[in-house]
């Protein structure tokens, strides 16, 4: 118990935001920060599927100010390359960058830049 | 046929697991098995808490000690404000001796002057004597020998005149000028009057000028409302002592003026008038009275109110430190099932293998009260050759669990089906669709040949093995794929290698790498910096020192490591 509490003390807060019509092409653009883990994945699943409630082609995850993500996290962001067509990653950290190519999925997201 | 059983036992147990709509447990069904019902019962009839008690007592005694000072500034005010309220009064008493004296003195000039000064005083003295006027009698005495004739009298006759020894007493003791002596009251106490008197010399004769006020009758005193004495109770005694026989008027019924009383003297004539007065009402108001009882009484409920308050935060505490005390022991709990069904679904004993050694550590997570999704298998295919594999499901919890058991059942199928390890894992694929379960899994798998020291591995987003030799540490770099339940059209493919003599295998779950905020890189370079320094150490010693390295701090998520040690 103390544990736990410790470590979310610890963590930055998991948060995760919807900006409708801010991406390139007017897409919808979920913007997760802090700590993706396991505690905060059916949140942001939640709120993909809500962002995907209408037919679209795209889809972009602003992980700007994402700092870690576990295999949780990026289990939210591949079920999404199943409801569309295109997955953006707008700047994913050398952190993100290289969890993805580890675990063999950089191929199945478009990474920007 | 097998898959699909399996199939379908893990989205039963994943639908039960993850249904919102399933009732959670209530606190209360649970307790009686923690704490013994006498025992629960025993505590909620415990006796009130020393904190709430405290907070009564202090309330208790504030209220106490302003209700008395505010009790004792009032009265102490309204002493004051009695002894300002009397001594008006007595000014008020005062004005009345001129109103006596001017015209007893001047009377007295004019009997005194001439011969016809009986005449005059009695036109003089006239003008004095009637209704609402100071005298209801007055009149001239003669004096000498200690006794004293009546001359003249005006108005009604004299009272001090029915008793002459006592007439010639007191008007023979008249001094001639002011003050003028008082006597009374005289008469009964339904009709009673007080006398005054003066003397004077007119040349070789002494005469006393003498009048009289009635008093009211019965002594009962009209107060005129608005007067200075309308907010009291009072009684007037002629001299200097509240004698009862000397009260002139009062305007209580109860005699002698009794509780909260002030006394002034004022003198009159030659004796005294005694003013001895109480309040009618509280004169400070009847809030200023009454605020020491509204401020015990408030302060009373505030420190009861206070008091209960503070108890129910108490017991609200205790009951939720009991709460805690629960939560802590049914995650215990919680952990330790879950711990008893990660070994239950993982191999109980690696399968010995001729030529190599293997070990296998699996440590759970610091943040772990579920069921984790790492899992290993070790299988011999035949004398020389076995598959390995080291899996890990996203998530936690009975729907990774199931997963997992299902991957590993699977994975045992297809390779007693003799599939190469990337036909396993394109055969895996199906099995798993992240997009419905909300899970994945990375797996890398492979089957070592033991006399050859050749591995062939397949990966599915597992990180990579390291192959570890005395003073050497590489990572198996072969193709990686998708993990499993990520679709892809890619295949998977194989890699081979061959292992130097006496290589040790480390194949690992991402728990043992990953660190918040760290790239993976460093976490991979940790490792093999620990394995390197710890490749000439035997193989359990070799795994407990890289797991002792690498989980200094705990680690956050579960931990499978499986290493295997070619022995030549």
Known sequence: ?????????????????????AGANGDVVVRLSGDLDIAGADEARAVVDQALGQPRSRLTFDLTDLRFMDSSGIAVLVAATQKVDTVTLRNPSPVIRRLLTIAGLVDIFVLTP | MATRELRRVRFAASRGANDPATPAQPPSATRPALVPPDEFSARRRRRISWVSLLVLVVGLATTAALSWTTYHLNQNNEDRLLRLETKQAATVLSAVVPTIQTPLASAAGIAAA????????????????GVKLPFVSASLWRLGGGTAQLVLSVGSAPQLAADPAAASSFLSSAK??????VVGPLGTVARSRLGYAVAVTAGANRYAVYAESPLPAERRAAVTPGSAFSDLRFALYLGRSARTEMLLEANSGQLPISGRTAVESVSFGTSALLLVAAPVRPIGGWVAADLWWILAAGGGVLSLVAAATAEGLVRRRLAAERLTGDVRHLLGEQRTIAETLQHALLPKKLPAVPGVQ??????????????????????????????FVVGDVSGRGVPAGSVMAALRFAIHAFV????????????????????????FATVVCGIADVERREITVANAGHPPPLCV???SAEFVDTPVGVPIGVPGQVPYRSGTLTVPAGATLLVYTDGLIERRGENLDEGLARLRGVAMSASALPLDSMLDTVVAELAQDGLDDDTAILGVRWLT
Request: aromatic letters at 10%.
């Open chain 1, 1 to 21: 118990m103390a544990d736990l509490d410790e470590n979310a003390s610890l963590e930055p807060q998991f948060c995760v935001h919807v900006d409708d019509a």
């Open chain 2, 416 to 439: 007693s089906e003799a599939h190469p390890p990337e036909s396993v894992l394109e055969s895996l694929r199906g099995m798993l669709d992240v997009g419905d379960d909300h899970h």
């Open chain 2, 176 to 181: 001639p000028a002011a003050p003028f002596s």
């Open chain 2, 114 to 129: 001439g011969p016809d000064g009986a005449a005059r005083f009695r036109t003089y003295i006239a003008s004095y004597v």
């Open chain 2, 358 to 387: 293997s070990a296998v550590r699996y440590l759970p997570g610091t943040n772990g009260v579920e069921i984790g999704g790492d899992w290993y298998d070790l299988m011999p295919l035949d004398d020389h050759r076995f598959f």
């Open chain 2, 469 to 471: 030799a005395v003073g």
